[in-house]
């Protein structure tokens, strides 16, 4: 792994985004299948057990690493056996059944409603046109990469760069039919509410994709290594945060069809919405409270209890308030824009996977994690105002 070039990472993660993509198409894809009154509990299913894979595979990867399930093939074609780390391969290979199955059912059972497609490709031209797509993508991340680590642009910078560079690839560099349906597509662009729908989406399921993967360095940080002066130092009473932290995904991807269908059960996502605001801007400062104090004593440990259970209301508040959006979305929205709409939000806030644990990683060097909960607690505070202003006060004009 030490000898792992960095640009071996860097396509390996450039290639998971197409389960991004596809993961934002689908919510597109299933919005034209069932009525407004049902949106929030079809769409929070899709979106909910979609996401299991993120606290499955925390669990399951360490898991199969200790089996020899697949053979390790030398650079000579012998097998790599006996080795301290043989297995640690299984962590790619246990991906490939299930892929393997996912490829089969999207091609066999998986399809568009004429309603919402009038002009079905044929499956040859469905995959010619995605590829074609998928490679315009690919050169607006090649870019980003090298803004980002090439030239060591700020993130802050390069982020908006990427995602305008990929829109206008998309509208001025794709053939003629693509561009037809693309330029109904972008009539959002011109929408406010799904740049507020936008802000708000992220701050739901954005904060769940990032907090997964800030959770698990956040909490080796703060309770194992937890001397800052001494970087060698292993807190010998440390808790065993790897037997826990899956659950935090976990219980953030299950809830998510609770909120949806909860908030078509009382009619309205708006209100779902704020009560999981409050909550989150509650659990992010009881978090950095628990922080604070765990890192002010040299039993950090005695503190592990209540950062965990603060963190597992922040996962549970963000799963609830993303499938609360799932039900919004389909009412402020009209048929034709919705889908759209869905995907385009899906894909901004996974954006969160990326920023959260940088925005962690910075504070942590600089001593202070617990800035980075301040800052997220005043963006879900804007949230907060946006969602009352637009869509819960009396007058707002919008009913969702």
Not at 222 to 238: E, K, T
Not at 299 to 312: A, D, G, V
Not at 356 to 369: A, D, R, S
């Amino acid at each position: 792994m030490e000898n792992t070039p960095y640009i071996t990472f860097a396509i390996y993660a450039a290639l998971s985004g197409f389960g991004g993509g596809n993961f934002s198409s689908s919510m597109s894809n299933i919005s034209s299948f069932f009525p407004k009154r049902m949106q929030g509990t079809s769409l929070g299913l899709n979106a909910g057990i979609g996401n299991l894979g993120v606290g499955v595979m925390q669990k399951l990867i360490p898991w199969v690493m200790g089996f020899y399930i697949f053979g390790a093939i030398g650079v000579a074609g012998e097998t790599v056996i006996k080795e301290p780390l043989s297995g640690l391969q299984n962590a790619g290979w246990v991906w490939v059944p299930l892929l393997v199955i996912s490829v089969m059912a999207a091609f066999f059972g998986m399809n568009n409603l004429i309603t919402g497609t009038p002009k079905l490709p044929s499956t040859l031209q469905g995959i010619f046109k995605t590829s074609y797509m998928v490679a315009l993508g690919l050169i607006s991340a090649a870019i980003g990469a090298y803004l980002l680590i090439g030239l060591n642009v700020n993130m802050w910078i390069v982020l908006p760069v990427v995602i305008v560079l990929t829109v206008m690839l998309m509208k001025y560099a794709t053939p003629g039919e693509i561009k037809t349906n693309l330029i109904k597509q972008f009539a959002i662009f011109s929408n406010k509410h799904n740049w507020i729908m936008t802000v708000i989406y992220t701050m739901t399921f954005g904060s769940f994709i990032g907090f997964s993967a800030a959770f698990p360095k956040l909490s080796q940080d703060i309770f194992v290594y937890s001397n800052p002066s001494d970087p060698s130092f292993i807190n010998p009473n440390a808790p065993n945060f790897l037997m826990w932290v899956f659950l935090g995904p976990v219980i953030g991807a299950i809830v998510r069809p609770v909120g949806g269908w909860f908030s078509d059960k009382i009619n309205s996502g708006a209100k779902v919405t704020a009560f999981t605001t409050i909550a989150m801007i509650i659990a992010t400062f009881a978090v950095a409270y628990f922080i604070i104090k765990a890192r002010a004593t040299e039993t950090p440990e005695q503190y592990w209890w209540p950062f965990f259970l603060s963190f597992m209301v922040l996962f549970l508040t963000t799963g609830i308030g993303n499938g609360s959006t799932f039900r919004s979305i389909p009412y402020i929205f009209n048929k034709e824009q919705a889908g759209p709409v869905l995907g385009w939000t899906a894909a901004i806030a996974a954006y969160g996977s990326f920023i959260i644990p940088k925005v962690f990683g910075q504070q942590i060097e600089n001593g202070t994690p617990e800035y980075a909960l301040y800052g997220l607690a005043v963006y879900y505070f804007i949230c907060l105002g946006l969602n009352w202003w637009y869509y819960q006060r009396k007058n707002s004009g919008i009913e969702c």
